[in-house]
T-cell receptor, first 111, second 114 residues
Framework: GQQVMQIPQYQHVQEGEDFTTYCNSS?????IQWYKQRPGGHPVFLIQ?????EVKKQKRLTFQFGEAKKNSSLHITATQTTDVGTYFC???????????FGAGTRLTVKP | NAGVTQTPKFQVLKTGQSMTLQCAQD?????MYWYRQDPGMGLRLIYY???????DKGEVPNGYNVSRLNKREFSLRLESAAPSQTSVYFC?????????????FGNGTRLTVT
């Protein structure tokens, strides 16, 4: 079945540094979603990417969907302590009943 | 609006005991889901209900049953709990009747099976 790999598993940065997490699928995806989960909280939807090569921005966050629709990335510019949490990607296969989450990247930010 | 409400928040069971996790949403969403979250493994889909009256297995359905009681409520039942079912369980809902719609999650139920 479809597998979604996410790297790195952990990332510790100094406040103000940039951060990137990568998501790779074993199969071509219909779309990909990104979620953020604060410590002790629940996942919160950030964005959905559908088109090949799509790039979307939300303030300091930039999301990309690869040309082959098998990979995606989330880049945070100039991290802040409020960015702390675990970031998950979730990829939907073309049969529309198999959306798989990556294992997540846990981001910690040192003030 | 409360969004997605899950009860209980915490539960400790002994091996072999049964329990039902409750979930309700007030967003008039068509689809509802149950996920489990284990360290280092992300979220895995247990069961989902694309619309009222239908349920389907997800990635890890063994040991669980579900009921879509009405459009608002979707319950998850463990008939005979096992230590491997120790996890955090999240209920979620989405507007559209297809996986791939943005998910709205509840606050989770932390279950420990001893």
């Amino acid at each position: 079945g479809q597998q979604v790999m996410q790297i790195p598993q952990y990332q510790h940065v100094q406040e103000g540094e940039d951060f990137t997490t990568y998501c790779n699928s074993s199969t071509t995806l219909s779309n990909i979603q990104w979620y953020k989960q604060r410590p002790g909280g629940h996942p919160v939807f950030l964005i959905q990417l559908v088109k090949s090569g799509e790039v979307k921005k939300q303030k300091r966050l930039t999301f990309q969907f690869g040309e082959a629709k098998k990979n995606s990335s989330l880049h945070i510019t100039a991290t802040q302590t409020t960015d702390v949490g675990t970031y998950f990607c979730a990829g939907l296969g073309y049969n529309n009943n198999d959306m798989r989450f990556g294992a997540g990247t846990r981001l910690t930010v040192k003030p | 609006n409360a969004g997605v409400t899950q009860t209980p928040k915490f539960q400790v069971l002994k091996t072999g005991q049964s329990m039902t996790l409750q979930c309700a949403q007030d967003m008039n969403h068509n689809s509802m889901y149950w996920y489990r979250q284990d360290p280092g493994m992300g979220l895995r889909l247990i069961y989902y209900s694309a619309s009222e009256g239908t349920t389907d297995k997800g990635e890890v359905p063994n040991g669980y049953n579900v009921s879509r009681l009405n459009k608002r409520e979707f319950s998850l039942r463990l008939e005979s709990a096992a230590p491997s079912q120790t996890s955090v369980y999240f209920c979620a809902s989405s507007e559209m009747s297809l996986l791939g719609s943005p998910l709205h999650f509840g606050n989770g139920t932390r279950l420990t099976v001893t």
